[in-house]
């Protein structure tokens, strides 16, 4: 089984001067879920190369084993510096695509056409599609092949206008996860803030914060073995 897992380029938080970038341990525990099932993953980014990762996400009370794991892991690191360009990854190459969050998604994988594209062509193919946290904003351009938005009418979950307002960031970021998705049609629902709470529906997989992140990649996981 071989999984795709797309990553945020961007590093700029708007207009405060402070970086941002993806969530390390979005990032972290799903794909650790994914190798040790004997999953072959494919990194990649807009951009290509390292991508950054959000500074907040590496402050002692983010952490995890799975960020522990990763931190000793130089192997893991030197691959994660050399993502591929997502105009050089196609969906026919690949069983599933993975979208790990942090805010950086919210400026550029949302509005990227070769991500839109990606996700459009995975949903056309009958292959899964995940996002976590702020991951799901990927999914704001994204329409079926009818042209509707791709989330319209489905079962789908993401960081809460409560959780952005807890991170002081609602007046910052360029749109609010919970607003947009509703915005677009989606039946959106979640659990109290900060706690593990993941949505399928079909073969959408979507997850509402960081504690979501390896639940959602089991979720993933049964999707495949299923296939």
Not at 20 to 39: I, Q, S
Not at 123 to 150: D, F, I, M, R, Y
Not at 165 to 193: C, H, M
Request: with cysteine; net charge negative; glycine share 8%.
């Amino acid at each position: 089984m071989k999984v795709l897992f797309v990553l945020t380029s961007h590093d700029k938080l708007g207009e405060t001067g402070n970086k941002t970038g993806f969530w390390v341990e979005e990032f972290a525990a799903p794909y650790y879920k994914m190798a040790d099932a004997g999953v072959d993953v494919t990194l990649a980014s807009p951009k290509g190369g390292q991508p950054p990762i959000d500074p907040k996400s590496e402050a002692p009370d983010a952490q995890t084993e799975a960020t522990e794991r990763y931190y000793k892991d130089s192997g893991l690191q030197q691959k994660l510096s050399k993502t591929k360009k997502l105009s050089d990854v196609k969906a026919d190459d690949f069983d599933a695509v993975f979208y790990p969050g942090g805010h950086g998604p919210l400026w550029d994988l949302a509005n990227d056409k070769e991500s839109i594209k990606l996700i459009e062509e995975f949903t056309k193919q009958n292959k899964p599609v995940a996002a976590v946290c702020h991951g799901p904003a990927v999914l704001a351009k994204a329409k079926t092949e009818s042209g509707e938005p791709l989330v319209k009418g489905k079962n789908v979950a993401g960081f809460t206008n409560t959780e952005e307002e807890a991170v002081q960031l609602t007046n910052i970021v360029p749109f609010l996860v919970e607003d947009r998705l509703k915005e677009l049609g989606g039946n959106y629902s979640k659990a109290e803030d900060w706690q593990p709470y993941v949505v399928t529906d079909g073969l959408l997989i979507t997850g509402q914060n960081p504690a979501s992140s390896e639940p959602a990649a089991e979720e993933l996981l049964k999707l495949l073995q299923k296939k």
